[in-house]
């Protein structure tokens, strides 16, 4: 959560320079949007996967989540094509790559975190 506030932050504070290095700040505050809303839930499937005793249950998260990223992504990047009619903007797409990045790093490491304090971990 915490690092969702601080990407919005950190956009509307540079917003003047991003907008004029090229930058789409509708595209940046919505795939941060998406892809906090899919770590979120991706946390979330992975870490019942965690908790269980069942090592196909956390194989079985870590499927889900990523196959839930991937289609979720892949239908989000479609649709920005369509509705910019193939003109896409790059420094916003390379820029919420690397976000991606970033969340999924976060997520990894709260779920190692959580593997730790489990005592059959």
Request: hydrophobic share 60%.
């Amino acid at each position: 959560m915490l690092l969702f506030i601080l990407i919005n932050i950190l956009v509307f504070i540079f917003k003047n320079s991003l907008i004029a290095a090229g930058f789409n700040l509708s595209f940046l505050l919505t795939s941060n949007v998406i892809l906090f809303l899919l770590s979120f839930f991706g946390f979330f499937i992975q870490k019942k996967g965690v908790s269980s005793t069942n090592i196909n249950a956390f194989i079985r998260g870590v499927y889900s989540s990523t196959l839930l990223k991937l289609f979720v992504i892949v239908i989000a990047i479609v649709i920005y094509i369509v509705v910019m009619h193939g003109e896409v903007n790059k420094p916003s797409l390379f820029t919420a790559m690397a976000i991606y990045i970033i969340y999924t790093s976060v997520e990894v490491i709260q779920l190692m975190k959580l593997a730790r304090k489990k005592p059959d971990a």
